[in-house]
């Protein structure tokens, strides 16, 4: 398995990609190809020992994609940017996977013009996940779209249950559509008329409506929306988490010498608190619907976040989620083609 990293993305670029990629290679024995500028990503390398026998391989390009660039205008002009190449790399089955941490809309819109969309899908999701006490909560769309058909809502709610299904190893993942309320007529007409639709599916466990409360809960297994509520959720759980942590911290240094002793007392199960709500641990979040893995990390991704992004990816490919999406699709066509048939043989016997 070999995955394509724009070396050039990002708010730490070179420098902590590339460590990042090092340490995902040694992790998990998968080879890399940096994509960027040849002589900044050597410069990098060459404080890691040993890098040379784990698979690492360099691909020069010379230009690259800006955060404040337009997306389609970027990714059409500059063809031998890093993010460009590095999709073209997947495309060309050089690579299993891409990924970026530089501008989102970007890396969309590689992902769609280079790889495609998957046939039968209107528009790719972001998904997302986010930590609960009861595992994983999968998010989706969590900033690809930010505005949505119902269709392209239950395409969401199909390729999520997938991935938390043969990534996460969740058995019938259960599926609920963001909304202001349990009651089937909640929501606006968005809301209303995809729930018409999900409720008719076979092939999705959905479980209704499910309330903000309900995703930090982990009441769901995935919850999908359109990428404009996903992305505002996804921001305000990661300010929240950072607030609520350093609220302890500062009560704990104001309060005198019992609180710090407390602290002391607490400090393992802190630690493991603060695993849990560090956006690291995952990396990197899949951009589902594309004819190929396509890995986005935020910009603010540290060598930690980008070693995590790559076993994403290599749970995305060994998880055969693409083949998994195209054989849903089929089957989801096959049961729609049946009951038309079905409702016309029973129309013709009246």
């Known amino acids: 398995m070999k995955i394509a990293v724009d070396a050039m993305g990002g708010d730490f670029a070179p420098e902590q990609i590339v460590y990042g990629a090092v340490r995902a290679a040694r992790k998990y024995g998968v080879g890399i190809v940096l994509v960027g500028d040849e002589p900044q990503i050597r410069k990098v390398l060459e404080r890691e020992q040993g890098w040379e026998g784990l698979g690492i391989d360099i691909c020069h390009t ?23 190449v590095a999709t073209r790399l997947v495309k060309e089955g050089k690579c299993d996977a891409v990924l970026s941490a530089g501008s989102t809309g970007a ?61 996460f190893g969740v058995k019938s993942p259960r599926v609920g559509l963001l909304n202001i309320g ?28 499910a309330e903000g409360r309900d995703v930090p809960k982990g009441n769901f297994d995935v919850v999908i929306c359109d990428g404009f509520v996903g992305n505002v959720v996804l921001k305000f759980g990661e300010g929240l988490a950072k ?52 890995l986005i990390s935020h910009g603010s991704s540290n060598a930690k976040a980008i070693c995590s992004a790559i076993g994403v990816a290599k749970g995305y490919v060994e998880g055969a989620v693409l083949e998994r999406i195209q054989e849903k699709l089929r089957e989801e066509e096959e049961l729609a083609d049946a009951g038309e048939a079905a409702a016309a043989a029973k129309e013709d016997t009246i």
Do not use: W
């Open 107 to 167: 890396a969309v819109t590689a992902a769609q013009l280079i790889l495609k969309r998957i046939k039968g899908i209107g528009r790719p999701t972001i998904a997302t996940p986010m930590p609960t006490p009861k595992g994983v909560t999968l998010l989706l769309d969590s900033g690809a779209n930010v505005d949505s058909k119902p269709e392209h809502l239950v395409q969401s709610g199909m390729m999520g249950s997938i991935y938390a299904e043969y990534v």
């Open 243 to 294: 607030t609520i942590m350093k609220l302890i911290k500062d009560a704990v240094k104001e309060g005198g010498i019992l609180p710090k002793l407390g602290a002391l007392l607490l400090k393992p199960t802190l630690k493991k608190l603060g695993k849990r709500l560090d956006a690291t641990e995952y990396g990197g979040a899949p951009l589902l619907g594309v004819n190929g893995c396509c």
């Open 182 to 209: 349990e009651e089937e007529t909640k929501g606006n007409e968005q809301a209303k008329a995809t729930y018409q639709i999900l409720k008719t599916m076979r092939t999705i466990n959905f479980c209704g409506n």
């Open 62 to 84: 010379t230009e690259v994609i800006e955060m404040g660039e337009h997306p389609a205008e970027a990714v059409r002009t500059k063809k031998d940017s890093s993010l460009v």
